[in-house]
Every structure is written in structure tokens, then in C-alpha cells.
């Protein structure tokens, strides 16, 4: 169905029918010209934040399903509040799209977004929706809150801090590559079909099924946060990795005034990033380094926390902090030192 044949107002009501409301914060969702927060539910920070995301820039639709497009969507604002150390609560999101798109398709995206705050408690209280000449466009803000004593900043760090990451990383990069590989395969394959024949193709993703998970499907990381809490650790900074760790670590140093050490053999990589990163000649680290959108979260603590840091599953420190003359760098596994670079994530354009 095209989203002309129903209009606007009835496509509003058709995507938000089923939005449920999960938090005592939010007096009133969506209906009228603005949403209503108690603020004064939490006796600490609000936290704001918001992202843009374009076709063609941030996403393809040539291999991103819709569903999975608004769970992304979803959690590329949640990981920002959680980064913060705090708890996500209301969401605003505003979609524009064109004549591509149906109303079934935006059914499916908003599925997707649905089933992310559901996971994690968020109320989507309002948005909006346009048309638009240019690809899809999708605007997401979320607020938070976190108690006054628990906000974690970029600008905490402090000499001989320990250097912490969740999970793993480089993942999503190599699934950003296998896709794109992938979507080279058909056109090419397009281009030599008489046209108006039909062309059957399966993509060859064998054995892969994690790396495209990391890159279509990214899990915000509430469980670090809750285990943190629960053990008493309180990060003296953090940030979630969307642009790469390289580039996150340096916000970090800048915003802190300092420097680090981190050590190429202690950053988490899973075997499947690994063997993928040789099958296409890459040098794994490399995508850790400067990959992106795995969507961990990189935080410093105290020297003093090593023991317990070390009980929480999922977590490995990779290096520490030091004092800001002696540079941000790189320890190889052969011992060399090499200064980090921020060439972060790069979309696709």
C-alpha cells in the first residue's frame, strides 16, 4: 500500500497503536502536540541525546531490512544514554521517506523499533513523519536519567586508570564488508542479464551469521552498566564505540586531558572477525582500531578496581591511562609503539 492511499494521520495511528508505555515518568505518549515527563521521577540528571541517520550515508536498503533498521535505529540512542551511565526512558522519532517505501515497510520498521524499547523499557511518545525527494531520512532522540553521583563523562580519566572495553570489536566492520561484497556480486551479476530476466541469487554468508548480526542488528549494552553497579564500580569515564576505538579512546584523552597505552594483543576480537579480516586481506586490529558501530562501551577506572573488574563476564581492560605528554599510543604485539589515530568509522557515501 502506498502511504498516499491511507494519509498521514491514519499512518501515524497505524504505526503507534501498539506502543506501550513502560516507565511512571511518562505522563502523556503520543496524541497530543507534545509529550508529558515528570521529571521529577528521577532525583538526578535528564539526559539528551539524538542522532540522524540518511540512506545511502548510514544505511542501505538494498540489504538492511526494515525491521532490523528500526531496532539499529533504536539502540544507536540507547547506547549513548547508557554511555553515560544512565537509564533510557522516552523516545521521540521522526521518519521521512519517499515513494519507495510502503506502508507494509514502515509496519516493519516500526516492529523493529517496538521490539528495542520494549527490551529495554523505553516509551516512543511521539515523532513525526514526512515525505521526502532524497532517500530516507530518520531522526531519533532519546532522554534518560541517572542519578546525580552515577553521570559518567568523556573528561574523567585520571593517570594510571585502567583502560576497559565490553565485548568485542571489528565485528560489525567485517559485516559492513561481507554485505557490501555481496551487493557488488549482484549488480554485477545484473548487469550481465538480458533485461527483464529474472535473476536468482543467494548471497554467500555462510558461516558469518555473527559479523552481520553486529553490523544489522546491534545490542546496546545494559548488562555492563547493571554489572557495574552491582559490583560498586563507578567509571571515572565512558563512551560507547560507534566511530571506532581508536577515535573513541581519543575523545576520552582530549576530553580528560591525558594520555593512554593500549595493547594490540588485548583487544577482544571473535574468531569469526578474525577469519573473515583474512579472507579479505585485512589486518583485524586495523578494524578494530578504526572500524565502528559495535556499539561496546570503552570506560576507564581506578587501578584499585583490577580485581573486580576482572569478575564482571564480558569485560577486558586493554591498556591504562597515563599523564597527557607521553602521547596516546598503541603497544604492538612485538613490543613497537605506535600513536593512535583518530580515522574512525566511515559511512557509506
Not at 521526502?132 to 593517570?159: F, N, Y
Not at 548488562?223 to 571515572?236: A, C, F, Q, W
Not at 576505538?245 to 572477525?273: M, N, V, W
Request: glycine share 8%.
Amino acid at each position: 500500500m502506498q502511504i498516499s492511499e491511507l494519509g498521514e494521520f491514519a499512518l501515524i495511528d497505524r504505526l503507534t497503536k501498539d506502543v506501550q508505555l513502560h516507565n511512571a515518568s511518562t505522563v502523556k505518549g503520543i496524541g497530543d502536540d507534545c509529550a508529558i515527563v515528570d521529571t521529577t521521577q528521577s532525583a538526578g540528571r535528564a539526559l539528551l541525546t539524538t542522532d540522524l541517520l540518511l540512506e545511502g550515508i548510514h544505511f542501505d536498503l538494498v540489504y538492511t531490512p526494515m525491521q532490523h533498521l528500526g531496532y539499529k535505529a533504536a539502540m544507536v540512542n540507547i547506547s549513548d544514554v547508557y554511555a553515560m551511565g544512565g537509564t533510557p526512558r522516552q523516545m521521540l522519532v521522526s521518519v521521512a521517506v519517499d515513494r519507495r517505501i510502503t506502508v507494509e515497510a514502515l509496519d516493519d520498521f516500526y516492529a523493529g523499533l517496538r521490539l528495542a524499547c520494549e527490551r529495554h523499557h523505553v516509551d516512543i511518545v511521539g515523532g513525526d513523519t514526512s515525505s521526502t525527494l532524497t532517500g530516507m531520512v530518520i531522526s531519533i532522540t532519546v532522554m534518560g536519567d541517572a542519578p546525580t553521583d552515577e553521570v559518567v563523562c568523556r573528561s574523567g580519566a585520571k593517570d594510571t586508570d585502567l583502560v576497559c572495553v565490553s565485548g568485542n570489536l571489528g565485528a560489525a566492520y567485517l559485516g559492513l564488508q561481507l554485505l557490501e561484497r555481496e551487493k557488488a556480486i549482484y549488480f554485477d551479476q545484473l548487469r550481465q542479464q538480458p533485461q527483464g530476466t529474472q535473476l536468482p541469487f543467494e548471497p554467500d554468508f555462510a558461516g558469518k551469521e555473527y559479523l552481520l548480526e553486529r553490523i544489522l542488528k546491534p545490542e546496546a549494552r545494559r548488562d555492563v552498566i547493571e554489572n557495574l553497579k552491582k559490583t560498586g564500580i563507578h567509571p571515572t569515564s565512558m563512551i560507547d564505540i560507534s566511530d571506532g576505538l581508536s577515535s573513541e579512546l581519543l575523545h576520552i584523552c582530549k576530553a580528560s586531558g591525558c594520555g593512554c597505552r593500549i595493547f594490540e594483543e588485548r583487544i577482544p576480537i571473535d574468531y569469526q572477525t578474525a577469519s573473515t579480516a583474512e579472507e579479505f586481506n585485512m589486518n583485524v586490529y586495523t578494524c578494530a582500531l578504526n572500524g565502528g558501530e559495535d556499539y561496546e562501551l570503552l570506560f576507564t577506572v581506578p587501578l584499585a578496581d583490577h580485581q573486580r573488574i576482572a569478575e564482571i563476564e564480558d569485560v577486558k581492560v586493554i591498556g591504562h591511562i597515563t599523564r597527557q605528554d607521553l602521547g596516546t599510543l598503541l603497544v604492538t604485539r612485538d613490543g613497537g609503539e605506535f600513536e593512535l589515530k583518530a580515522q574512525g568509522w566511515q559511512h557509506n557515501s
